[in-house]
């Protein structure tokens, strides 16, 4: 357990290194956390600093993801050596969730960050990079339906999780149970966003409704 518990905390603590803050001390001390809609995720950054700066954050916040669950669970640390008894599987499943628990909650920031999207994308990237491809797709067309990109987040992790459900084998049930984890945090994470598209304020994205109707 002492393995599991150290490189938990080392993938929460890579998790809390937020990219809009780096980006933001890059750029002079900017926080967009105090700015459009208080997140501090791709998509504010992307529409109170621009496309540069919000690429920056995603990439970090991505990456954190990979690192999270790619690099750590393979970490060869002396205090903390290798438990024959814990499933690698789950060890990394559990970083990968803690990378994601330290993006929404920085122990860095006040425990004031994103919805986890972005560095929830970096995770998947390890565990089911052939997953990836069906996630975009889904949050591109509701985007371009709907015009909304919380819930356009929230649709497509949900449509993994189902996915997965029916297409369930023994050894893919770790990724179903972490990815419908996930789907139920991410849409807790948007409920503010559930929110505003019920009370009509939510931000839309018209410019990429192709099927919205002209005049």
Same mark, same amino acid.
């Given at each position: 357990m002492l393995e599991l518990g150290v490189k938990f905390l080392i993938s929460y603590f890579i998790g809390s290194l937020m990219g809009s803050m780096i980006m933001g001390r890059l750029r002079g001390g900017v926080?967009?956390?105090?700015?459009?809609?208080?997140? =501090? *995720?791709?998509?504010?950054?992307?529409?109170?600093?621009?496309?540069?700066f919000a690429l920056g954050v995603v990439i970090i916040d991505i990456g954190k993801g990979v690192i999270g669950?790619?690099?750590?669970?393979?970490?060869?640390?002396?205090?903390?050596p290798e438990d024959p008894m814990l499933s690698r599987t789950w060890l990394t499943i559990c970083c990968a969730t803690a990378a994601v628990l330290g993006h929404v909650w920085p122990i860095y920031h006040g425990f004031q960050g994103g919805?986890? =999207? *972005?560095?929830?994308?970096g995770t998947l990237i390890i565990l089911g990079p052939k997953l990836i491809i069906g996630v975009l797709f889904v949050w591109a067309w509701v985007?371009?339906?709907?015009?909304?990109?919380?819930?356009?987040?929230?649709?497509?992790?949900?449509?993994l999780s189902i996915y997965l459900g029916f297409t369930l084998e023994l050894?893919?049930?770790?990724?179903?149970?972490?990815?419908?984890?996930m789907a139920m945090?991410?849409?807790?994470?948007?409920?503010?966003?559930?929110q505003r598209m019920r009370d009509g304020t939510e931000h839309r994205n018209t410019g990429l409704m192709i099927f919205r109707r002209k005049g």
């Amino acid at each position: 357990m002492l393995e599991l518990g150290v490189k938990f905390l080392i993938s929460y603590f890579i998790g809390s290194l937020m990219g809009s803050m780096i980006m933001g001390r890059l750029r002079g001390g900017v926080d967009i956390r105090t700015m459009g809609s208080g997140n =501090a *995720g791709g998509t504010n950054a992307l529409r109170t600093q621009g496309v540069v700066f919000a690429l920056g954050v995603v990439i970090i916040d991505i990456g954190k993801g990979v690192i999270g669950a790619g690099v750590i669970p393979e970490l060869n640390i002396p205090f903390a050596p290798e438990d024959p008894m814990l499933s690698r599987t789950w060890l990394t499943i559990c970083c990968a969730t803690a990378a994601v628990l330290g993006h929404v909650w920085p122990i860095y920031h006040g425990f004031q960050g994103g919805k986890g =999207a *972005g560095t929830y994308i970096g995770t998947l990237i390890i565990l089911g990079p052939k997953l990836i491809i069906g996630v975009l797709f889904v949050w591109a067309w509701v985007l371009v339906v709907f015009g909304f990109v919380g819930l356009a987040t929230m649709s497509a992790a949900t449509a993994l999780s189902i996915y997965l459900g029916f297409t369930l084998e023994l050894e893919s049930q770790p990724l179903f149970i972490y990815t419908t984890v996930m789907a139920m945090l991410i849409i807790f994470w948007h409920r503010s966003n559930i929110q505003r598209m019920r009370d009509g304020t939510e931000h839309r994205n018209t410019g990429l409704m192709i099927f919205r109707r002209k005049g």
